[in-house]
């Protein structure tokens, strides 16, 4: 076969690949088919009588099952109400789940504890907890900050947050893990794919890993 007949064969090939890469379902594992210990919260702040972790991971699964459209926009009031949204939304959205309005937690640590956040030149509880740099730094006062490492996958639980790059993408742990253990995460990750749990660990460099601890100080 001639090389002019190979070359657009090999192309095809390779968007069908890519094609497949993102949207078919990907195999995963649970902790237990891999032999890891699943953890669960001592707290259940809804009451609801799953623990904190647990209703985090349900809410982030739930939000993203709502097919969000990834686009960036300021709302009055805060929370989009168009379908529309971004990784922090995500996030929100999960800790509502649990009982825990983030907004508001992250609105009174801002205001309680300015000299926290010096890169907010304004406070705007509009849009303060749905920007990642807040996010990190709220996490790493008020929750438990983790390895980065995924030498053991055991330290990575469902509920878990992660935080990418330079402070630019977050994303929740998902309890499916791929055939290593680690965790699939659960995120709005861009306009092509919108909202997707997926094994997309090592997408980006980790910058940060917290699991929340049920209270602020």
């Not at 076969?1 to 968007?15: E, G, H």
């Not at 609801?48 to 739930?62: F, H, M």
Request: glycine residues 6%; hydrophobic residues 40%.
């Amino acid at each position: 076969m001639k090389l002019r007949k190979i070359i657009p064969l090999l192309l095809l090939a390779a968007l069908l690949w890519a094609a497949a890469a993102l949207f078919l379902p990907q195999r995963y594992y649970t902790a237990a088919e891999l032999g890891i210990t699943q953890l669960q919260s001592p707290h259940d702040a809804d009451g609801d009588g799953l623990d904190d972790w647990t209703d985090i991971l349900l809410g982030a699964r739930a939000y993203i099952e709502t097919d969000p459209h990834y686009k960036s926009k300021y709302y009055a009031g805060g929370y989009p109400d168009d379908g529309l949204g971004v990784c922090t939304d995500v996030i929100w959205q999960a800790f509502r789940a649990a009982g825990y309005e983030l907004k508001d937690l992250v609105d009174d640590d801002i205001t309680n504890h300015r000299d926290a956040y010096p890169f907010i030149e304004y406070q705007d509880g509009n849009i303060d907890f749905r920007r990642v740099n807040t996010l990190d730094t709220f996490f790493r006062r008020h929750a438990q900050e983790l390895t980065t490492s995924f030498e053991n996958p055991e330290d990575w639980q469902p509920g878990d947050i992660v935080i990418f790059g330079v402070r630019d993408h977050i994303a929740i742990c998902s309890d499916r893990r791929n055939r290593d253990g680690i965790p699939f995460i659960i995120h709005h990750g861009n306009p092509i794919e919108d909202a997707v749990e997926k094994d997309q660990m090592d997408r980006m460099e980790v910058h940060a890993h917290f699991r929340w601890v049920g209270a602020t100080n």
